[in-house]
């Protein structure tokens, strides 16, 4: 079946599945120090940007008028992190899973303090290509702590090759 005859709906968790997919491959066998681990002084390293990662989640789901399921933020161990990490993605995914129609996915909603204007499915995207920019640099971080480390590169390109078949179809 083509792009062109699936849901926007089915196209927008087709994105986001693969634009989350490799995050966790980075995650995936990585010592707490290189996790921990920051470049320089007041930037981020791999532990911050999943936390920054998954607060700007929670920024998104209360912009669209959904209560986040998440609310605890702290450093911990890797595993403690990337299951905050999942529990908002799974929460975004339900959202878009449960739309009746791509009119509903692309409806104006109303934030959690009254502003209006943010839809879905637009906001779902903007996710997606938010955790492409940072699986770049946890990917780069990830290589300078651990050259022998293996980086999701296939699973980029599937999802940046997808994103440019969906715009272009």
């Known amino acids: 079946m083509s792009h062109l005859h699936r849901t926007r709906i089915a196209r927008t ?15 995936d066998g990585i010592a707490q120090e290189d996790f921990d681990w920051n470049p320089a002084p ?12 998954y607060r700007v989640d929670v920024w998104f789901l209360k912009r669209l008028g959904i209560e986040p399921v998440i609310s605890h933020d702290a450093p911990g161990p890797v595993d403690e992190v990337a299951g905050r990490m999942r529990r908002v993605q799974e929460q975004i995914l339900a959202e878009v899973e449960g739309c009746e129609s791509d009119a509903d996915l692309m409806a104006e909603r109303t934030s959690l303090d009254g502003e209006t204007g943010a839809r879905l499915g637009a906001d779902v995207v903007h996710i997606a ?18 050259r022998d480390w293996s980086a999701p ?3 980029w390109e599937h999802a940046t090759h997808l994103i440019g078949d969906l715009v272009l179809e």
């Open 13 to 27: 968790i087709e994105i986001f599945e693969a634009a989350r997919r490799p995050l966790f491959m980075v995650l």
């Open 42 to 53: 007041g930037s981020r390293g791999i532990g911050k940007m999943c936390r920054h990662m």
């Open 129 to 146: 290509q938010h955790y492409l920019y940072h699986l770049a640099q946890m990917t780069y971080l990830r290589r300078i702590r651990d």
């Open 153 to 155: 590169l296939d699973e």
